[in-house]
């Protein structure tokens, strides 16, 4: 058997002068379902102050997939996840994959639980050191308890 350790360190605080990667081009997303009112645009484009963020048009667990046109280097990767109006225990998977033929690979599992009465936003820094990503996959369970709950992404960067 061979194995390969991912190196993935959570930091607390944003590096500055981040240099986003621009997904506005070069990068064909794929989703299961979206509210017409909450695109996966919204999520992906660099002004976050202006955007509303991306929500499914269904409940249960959703893909965004990013493929890109060219191989890329990642390096960091920032989500943002926000609920201001349920108690839920959400759970995302991240992975990767180096093309057509080849296997994904985790990154990283991650469940978060969200209260309207306290934790309403979950923020997450990865530092990692992928190279020749062709497909980015972000599978989302929104709710562990299998309630009616939809899946919402406020923001994903890579850099």
Not at 4 to 31: C, G, H, K
Not at 87 to 108: A, C, K, M, N, Y
């Amino acid at each position: 058997m061979r194995k390969r350790q991912i190196i993935s360190t959570l930091q607390s605080v944003e590096p500055f002068n981040q240099a986003w990667l621009d997904m506005d081009r070069n990068v064909l997303v794929e989703v299961t379902s979206e509210e017409k009112a909450y695109p996966i645009e919204s999520a992906l484009l660099a002004d976050e102050n202006e955007n509303c963020g991306w929500r499914a048009a269904n409940p249960g667990t959703q893909i965004v997939r990013l493929v890109f046109d060219e191989l890329q280097k990642i390096n960091r990767i920032r989500l943002v996840f926000e609920d201001v109006e349920n108690t839920r225990t959400q759970e995302f998977v991240l992975r990767w994959s180096p093309g057509p033929g080849h296997s994904f690979r985790e990154i990283v599992r991650q469940q978060w639980n969200f209260s309207p009465s306290g934790s309403i936003r979950e923020i997450e820094y990865y530092t990692v050191d992928l190279s020749e990503v062709a497909v980015l996959e972000l599978i989302i369970v929104p709710d562990k308890a299998d309630r009616e709950a939809r899946a919402s992404l406020s923001s994903l960067r890579l850099a």
